[in-house]
């Protein structure tokens, strides 16, 4: 069986909570990414929250906060998150049934790695509902 730590990403660009929205926001261009965890500085990189391209917009300029807001103002911290040892199956499952499209990898509380539809996608590595369903998810964000 396949697990996560064998198709994450394991280079993620993260933020810290002394880094504010527009900084968040000019990683995300920079790296071609619209998910950036938020982690603890000062904790060997605690996963604390996450940011979406969709929380820049909604709950940040949308609200209009400024650039210079803290991440966590608008950072998710309900986090649904893997550990390494997860199966690819079960993390695709968890994708589907949550409508998501990127998921942290920890050990512990440590980020150590992304998993995403596309790392799924490529290697063709679904189960068949969870494929069918990850499909419309990306499909819904296509229009």
């Known amino acids: 069986m396949k697990t996560v730590k064998e198709v994450m990403t394991t280079d993620t660009v993260t933020v810290t909570l002394q880094d504010n929205i527009f900084e968040a926001a000019i990683k995300m261009r920079d790296n ?3 998910f950036i965890p938020v982690i603890d500085s000062n904790d060997s990189k605690q996963l604390l929250g996450v940011i979406t391209d969709r929380d820049l917009v909604i709950r940040g300029y949308a609200d209009k906060h400024a650039g210079s807001t803290s991440v966590q ?3 998710s911290t309900d986090i ?5 040892n ?3 199956d079960e993390a695709a499952e968890l994708m589907a049934a949550g409508q998501i ?3 942290p990898v920890t050990n512990g509380k440590k980020l150590i790695g992304i998993v995403s539809i596309g790392d799924l996608a490529v290697r063709n590595i679904f189960a068949d509902e969870a494929g069918e369903a990850l499909s419309g ?3 819904q964000h296509l229009h």
Not at 80 to 84: I, L
């Open 32 to 34: 071609d990414t619209g």
């Open 73 to 75: 103002t608008i950072m």
């Open 80 to 84: 649904r998150a893997v550990s390494e």
């Open 86 to 88: 997860t199966s690819v």
């Open 101 to 103: 499209r990127r998921l």
């Open 137 to 139: 998810i990306s499909q």
